[in-house]
């Protein structure tokens, strides 16, 4: 895996001084304490089945973990519209439909809280692990769904919907339907989800068929070429739980793109892969909190 961190830490980065980073996820949620880029308190726990419990859990484990505390980011495992700080909806647990996460947890930890999408979140944790001059980045999130965030100049770009970079649904040109409503998308032919619901078994053993790999590999060069087409970026970051993957992935991946380049005369954007432990997520929510506490969200 070929990862840079940066020989000195940037001021930009060392400004993140103690704060409380939250994930919550589909299947567990984890909390800790961030300081420089240094993750402490780590605790996590199977995210409840509806969104009031998780909540109350969050705050009976945080509120110990408060002393000194800034500012608090949150990554939001679902769609999340981040100008009105409103969940949308997440896939996996029920009733975060319309919740001001932000403002539930500021009333009981008495701290500023920003929350975001989790890849929007995730991103920032990447972006602060790598070359300045690699920018803009692409993070591309591939696990039991696909998600994605552009960050360019240390912005993260939301869109005006707080739907940018929704590679998810990008149409791909095969005829199956996806959970979306549409046909043909990229998440439809390379999430877990579909791969374990297409075949009836595991993704990893679906991907230990070499034909089903070779197909994988080629799906997501496809719509990781058809999203440089459009944002040229300087680097793209494939995380979540198929980055684990390692060479499997990144090897046969960066050949596909780099023959898509050659046959489109433009250079191919370096590829990398992220945190397969989800920690960075909890980074990339410290950096977020910079924006709770300068009031910006
Ligand atoms: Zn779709």
């Not at 949620?29 to 605790?43: K, L, M, P, R």
């Not at 919907?161 to 149409?171: I, K, R, V, Y």
Request: aromatic share 6%.
């Amino acid at each position: 895996m070929s990862r840079r961190r940066p020989a000195t830490t940037p001021a930009y980065y060392r400004a993140y001084v103690r704060h409380l980073a939250i994930d919550i996820g589909g299947s567990k949620t984890a909390a800790a304490v961030v300081s420089e880029g240094a993750i402490t308190n780590y605790t996590t726990w199977p995210s409840p089945s509806n969104a009031s419990e998780s909540l109350d859990r969050i705050i009976a484990t945080c509120l110990p973990m408060i002393d000194g505390i800034t500012a608090c980011g949150v990554a939001f495992g679902g769609v999340f519209d981040f100008s009105q700080q409103r969940c949308v909806r997440s896939m996996h647990v029920s009733g975060w439909e319309g919740t001001d996460i932000s403002s539930v947890l500021e009333r009981a930890l008495g701290i500023p809280v920003v929350t975001d999408n989790d890849a929007n979140v995730a991103a920032l944790g990447e972006y602060s692990l790598l070359d300045r001059r690699e920018d803009p980045l692409l993070y591309v999130t591939i696990s039991t769904g696909v998600g994605a965030a552009i960050i360019a100049k240390h912005q993260l770009i939301r869109g005006a919907h707080s739907m940018s970079g929704e590679l998810g649904h990008l149409p791909l040109g095969h005829d199956k339907l996806c959970n979306c409503g549409q046909v043909g998308c990229f998440e439809r032919a390379v999430s877990g989800y579909w791969l374990e619901t297409d075949h009836g078994r595991p993704a990893a053993d679906v991907l230990a068929d070499p034909e089903h790999h070779r197909q994988w590999i080629a799906d997501i060069a496809t719509g990781l070429w058809s999203a440089s087409v459009v944002l040229d970026p300087a680097v793209i970051v494939i995380g979540g739980g198929m980055s684990a993957q390692g060479e499997e992935l990144l090897s046969p991946l960066t050949q596909a793109l780099g023959q898509k380049a050659s046959q489109s005369d433009r250079p191919p954007p370096a590829l990398r892969l992220g945190d397969p432990t989800g920690r960075t997520v909890l980074v990339g929510a410290a950096i977020l909190a910079r924006e709770a506490e300068h009031g910006s969200r």
